[in-house]
């Protein structure tokens, strides 16, 4: 019998002056399926708030495939916000209420560096545990922050659907993504965390072995 894929829309919310190191490993290897269960598939997807191109940090410039207004979420499906210098721009207030209702739904959100400090700015962390660069910053970024006694000093941590991670934490970031949406065997992400975070060539050779 055939193996029916599991398809899920990964939606990146684009703005200027996006980090790209911080979601590389994710888009990397959900858009690549190479690690990936055989049965799952992608679709990586770009969102913003308008559908002019922006720039990222590095200089690349990326279009959005649609409006975040425009993007109907279906359970299963995730939501992933970069860091930047730029969440602080009006024209992002209004990604903050699709949030919140994404958060009340079966559909995951990760919010990396930057990205948890304009959720803790609307409170979305208030009540749920969750981790960014340090406390000090999100106080600093945002003096409103009220959710210091659910946060956790690790480089990502996972809370139902919500994901958060540090600017430093690109590999845990990745790892809890994984976890979450269920994209590779739990042997095949110990592996590839394993490979990128010592550079032991013996992970790789785990890693491969996962994968049959």
């Not at 495939?65 to 299963?76: A, L, M, N, Q, Y």
Request: aromatic fraction near 10%.
């Amino acid at each position: 019998m055939t193996q029916k894929t599991q398809t899920t829309d990964c939606w990146l919310y684009v703005l200027d002056t996006l980090a790209d190191w911080e979601i590389a490993h994710v888009t990397a290897e959900l858009n690549s399926g190479r690690f990936t269960l055989k049965d799952r598939k992608f679709n990586l997807l770009k969102t913003g708030a308008s559908m002019t191109p922006v720039k990222t940090m590095g200089g690349i410039s990326i279009t959005p495939d649609r409006t975040i207004d425009e993007v109907e979420f279906s359970e299963g499906d995730i939501l992933i916000l970069p860091g930047a210098d730029t969440w602080h721009e009006p024209r992002h207030a209004k990604l903050f209420e699709t949030v919140k209702k994404l958060l009340e739904k079966n559909i995951t959100v990760a919010a990396i560096c930057g990205a948890t400090a304009a959720l803790a700015g609307a409170g979305l962390l208030d009540d749920r545990k969750h981790t960014s660069n340090d406390p000090d910053f999100l106080r600093m970024m945002c003096p409103e922050y009220r959710g210091a006694s659910f946060y956790c000093k690790v480089p990502a941590v996972t809370d139902g659907n919500l994901i958060t991670a540090s600017g430093f934490g690109a590999l845990e970031f990745a790892r809890e993504i994984f976890r979450k949406t269920e994209a590779m065997k739990e042997e095949t992400i110990e592996a590839w965390y394993q490979l990128f975070s010592t550079k032991e060539a013996k992970y790789f050779f785990s890693l491969m072995e996962s994968l049959k």
